[in-house]
């Protein structure tokens, strides 16, 4: 059970561990022992998330967020299975406390007309510029 919030739990049928080889530095312990951790949530079967959560869930996992509606984190920072593991469980319980937070809405606005002035002043006088650098002409 993942307390991610007063509302929102977790339980372990929406989780998965599998472990793996880590790569990186550890000398012989690295080709004997099992520590990298990959996470599998089942996103978009739990009924613990509101489906705006899962929009914004998917939006913000990205690659990690398969096509069957799953997070997948891998852990291989430390040479601990049991650190890895806290840490894979701290990154999906940070990434749905991010998924709760609504994105603020755009509020459309008109650049000001000294704004556009000035763009397009400044556009003139790049033309100015480049006009400038070609050749010169021999007057005679």
Same mark, same amino acid.
């Given at each position: 059970?993942l307390?991610?919030?007063?509302?929102?739990?977790?339980?372990?049928w929406e989780?998965?561990?599998?472990?793996?080889?880590?790569?990186?530095?550890?000398?012989?312990?690295?080709?004997k022992?099992?520590?990298?951790?990959?996470?599998?949530f089942?996103?978009?079967?739990?009924p613990?998330?509101?489906?705006?959560? *899962?929009?914004? %869930? /998917?939006? @913000?996992?990205?690659?990690?967020?398969?096509?069957?509606?799953a997070i +997948?984190?891998?852990?291989?920072d430390?040479?601990?299975?049991?650190?890895?593991?806290?840490?894979? *469980?701290?990154? %999906? /319980?940070? @990434?749905?406390?991010q998924a709760l937070?609504?994105?603020?809405?755009? +509020?459309?606005?008109?650049?000001?007309l000294?704004?556009?002035?000035?763009?397009?002043?400044g556009?003139?006088q790049?033309g100015?510029?480049?006009?400038l650098?070609?050749?010169?002409?021999?007057v005679?």
């Amino acid at each position: 059970m993942l307390q991610i919030n007063d509302e929102i739990m977790i339980h372990d049928w929406e989780l998965t561990e599998s472990f793996t080889r880590a790569q990186g530095p550890g000398g012989q312990n690295v080709n004997k022992v099992s520590t990298a951790v990959e996470l599998r949530f089942e996103a978009a079967r739990s009924p613990n998330l509101l489906a705006p959560v *899962k929009t914004q %869930l /998917k939006k @913000l996992a990205g690659r990690k967020w398969t096509s069957d509606g799953a997070i +997948i984190i891998r852990v291989e920072d430390t040479r601990s299975q049991a650190r890895n593991r806290d840490i894979a *469980k701290e990154r %999906l /319980k940070e @990434l749905i406390l991010q998924a709760l937070i609504r994105p603020k809405r755009r +509020i459309a606005t008109r650049p000001t007309l000294g704004s556009q002035r000035r763009r397009l002043a400044g556009k003139l006088q790049r033309g100015v510029v480049k006009s400038l650098r070609g050749k010169v002409k021999d007057v005679e």
